[in-house]
């Protein structure tokens, strides 16, 4: 099973333009050629200097082993960028992409708390309930659910070909959140909307 680590940086306005280069370049790259990578995306809230950098393995072993070569090269990005950072992994518990996403793309990020002993039968009910519509909406390129299973804690990302195309969505999208929180009795913790800097995941 697949497996993701997501930061989450607040940096200063001034630095985030730094922040952004080095991950892009130093950090990207390292990750990138490390044994059991799957590639990394980088999502930016520019007015804000909200930057999520997420970085994908093929298991949850390969992932804590990426712990040590990962850890430093935060701590750098922290630093460029004056940022707080926070650190969370999952599970990669579903994923389909209709169309690779570009730089620009739009990004929505839905936090979501789950009961654990609920979180399987959630996953089959946010592919009956949420994935049939954004399949087809317009627009859309792909979508992936990371859970973490002993905590219920769960994030759906959805990428949009651009800005305007995520925008078009919001309605249809709260009503769709609205069906799946309904089935799983989940309850939504944050929603984040960002552009996509860029994602050599092959599956998001």
């Given at each position: 099973?697949?497996?993701?680590?997501?930061?989450?940086?607040?940096?200063?306005?001034?630095?985030?333009?730094?922040?952004?280069?080095?991950?892009?370049?130093?950090v990207?790259?390292?990750?990138?050629?490390?044994?059991?990578?799957?590639?990394?995306?980088?999502?930016?809230?520019?007015?804000?200097?909200?930057?999520?950098?997420?970085?994908?393995?093929?298991?949850?072993d390969?992932?804590?082993?990426?712990?040590?070569?990962?850890?430093?090269?935060?701590?750098?990005?922290?630093?460029?960028?004056?940022?707080t950072?926070?650190?969370?992994?999952?599970?990669?518990?579903?994923?389909?992409?209709?169309?690779?996403?570009?730089?620009?793309?739009?990004?929505?990020?839905?936090?979501?708390?789950?009961?654990?002993?609920?979180?399987?039968?959630?996953?089959a009910?946010?592919?009956?309930?949420?994935?049939?519509?954004?399949?087809?909406?317009?627009?859309?390129?792909?979508?992936?659910?990371?859970?973490?299973?002993?905590?219920?804690?769960?994030?759906?990302?959805?990428?949009?070909?651009?800005?305007?195309?995520?925008?078009?969505?919001?309605?249809?999208?709260?009503?769709?959140?609205?069906?799946?929180?309904?089935?799983?009795?989940?309850?939504?913790?944050?929603?984040?909307?960002?552009?996509?800097?860029?994602?050599?995941?092959?599956?998001?």
């Amino acid at each position: 099973m697949e497996h993701a680590r997501v930061s989450l940086l607040t940096a200063d306005p001034a630095q985030v333009d730094e922040l952004v280069r080095y991950v892009t370049g130093d950090v990207r790259k390292v990750i990138e050629d490390h044994p059991g990578s799957r590639g990394m995306a980088l999502l930016v809230i520019p007015e804000l200097a909200v930057v999520v950098f997420e970085t994908f393995w093929v298991t949850g072993d390969a992932m804590r082993g990426s712990e040590k070569t990962e850890e430093p090269l935060r701590e750098e990005t922290v630093r460029r960028g004056r940022a707080t950072v926070s650190v969370e992994r999952h599970e990669v518990a579903s994923s389909v992409r209709s169309a690779r996403p570009r730089e620009g793309a739009g990004v929505r990020l839905t936090r979501v708390d789950i009961e654990p002993s609920r979180v399987d039968a959630a996953i089959a009910d946010y592919e009956d309930t949420a994935l049939p519509w954004l399949i087809e909406a317009e627009g859309f390129c792909s979508a992936l659910l990371l859970v973490h299973r002993r905590s219920g804690r769960a994030m759906v990302e959805t990428i949009w070909r651009d800005g305007a195309a995520m925008a078009a969505s919001r309605s249809a999208a709260a009503a769709a959140r609205a069906d799946a929180i309904a089935a799983t009795g989940g309850v939504i913790r944050a929603l984040e909307e960002f552009r996509l800097e860029f994602n050599s995941a092959p599956f998001s």
